[in-house]
T-cell receptor
Framework: DAGVIQSPRHEVTEMGQEVTLRCKPISGHDYLFWYRQTMMRGLELLIYFNNNVPIDDSGMPEDRFSAKMPNASFSTLKIQPSEPRDSAVYFC????????????FGQGTRLTVV | DAKTTQPNSMESNEEEPVHLPCNHSTISGTDYIHWYRQLPSQGPEYVIHGLTSNVNNRMASLAIAEDRKSSTLILHRATLRDAAVYYCILRVDTGGFKTIFGAGTRLFVKA
């Protein structure tokens, strides 16, 4: 397996534009996580899915952020409209469904909103 | 949510052992202790995990206190490539096993 695949690796956009980040989890993994990392706040859990169903979105900053998982092999994180303070590295991770299994992270998407 | 506490940074000499401590005094009985590390410009990667007993793998060892309120990640011989941020986290059973990261310990390795 190629691991967790995120696209794009880098995204530069203007304030007010819509941004869509994409993630392909490892096949067979039941859990998918979206994280955001900044220097100020470190790694923050935004939302996670179990079997394509959102379980906890309490980390999503505000209504401008939304995430979907239409099937087991694809998830998106959308920001509309984007703001400069959304600039961060966004990571997607996946794991099997037990606490004693490891989570695998993608390489991340570095988002810059100007 | 159960929380972990780690030193902000530690320093080690190359080829020497490193002991990275973590406190998790509010851990519950079903929480697994996981360690991840993040190399520069990469996503976090799994290092090791355990529940009650000490664990060894090819990367490191994990020593868990008898009361489970603390643990120590042991790198037996630090190399320059081990310079990274090390995260001690609890895999929390909230009905979904979400993983929450703390601030981590930045490990500096001197040649």
């Amino acid at each position: 397996d190629a691991g967790v695949i995120q696209s794009p690796r880098h995204e530069v956009t203007e304030m007010g534009q819509e941004v869509t980040l994409r993630c392909k989890p490892i096949s067979g993994h039941d859990y998918l996580f979206w994280y955001r990392q900044t220097m100020m706040r470190g790694l923050e859990l935004l939302i996670y899915f179990n079997n394509n169903v959102p379980i906890d979105d309490s980390g999503m900053p505000e209504d401008r952020f939304s995430a979907k998982m239409p099937n087991a092999s694809f998830s998106t994180l959308k920001i509309q409209p984007s703001e400069p303070r959304d600039s961060a590295v966004y990571f997607c991770a996946s794991s099997r469904d037990r606490g004693h299994t490891e989570a695998f992270f993608g390489q991340g998407t570095r988002l810059t909103v100007v | 949510d159960a929380k972990t506490t780690q030193p902000n940074s530690m320093e080690s000499n190359e080829e020497e052992p490193v002991h990275l401590p973590c406190n998790h005094s509010t851990i519950s009985g079903t929480d697994y202790i996981h360690w991840y590390r993040q190399l520069p410009s990469q996503g976090p990667e799994y290092v090791i995990h355990g529940l009650t007993s000490n664990v060894n793998n090819r990367m490191a060892s994990l020593a868990i206190a008898e009361d489970r309120k603390s643990s120590t990640l042991i790198l037996h011989r630090a190399t320059l490539r081990d310079a990274a941020v090390y995260y001690c986290i609890l895999r929390v059973d909230t009905g979904g096993f979400k993983t929450i990261f703390g601030a981590g310990t930045r490990l500096f390795v001197k040649a």
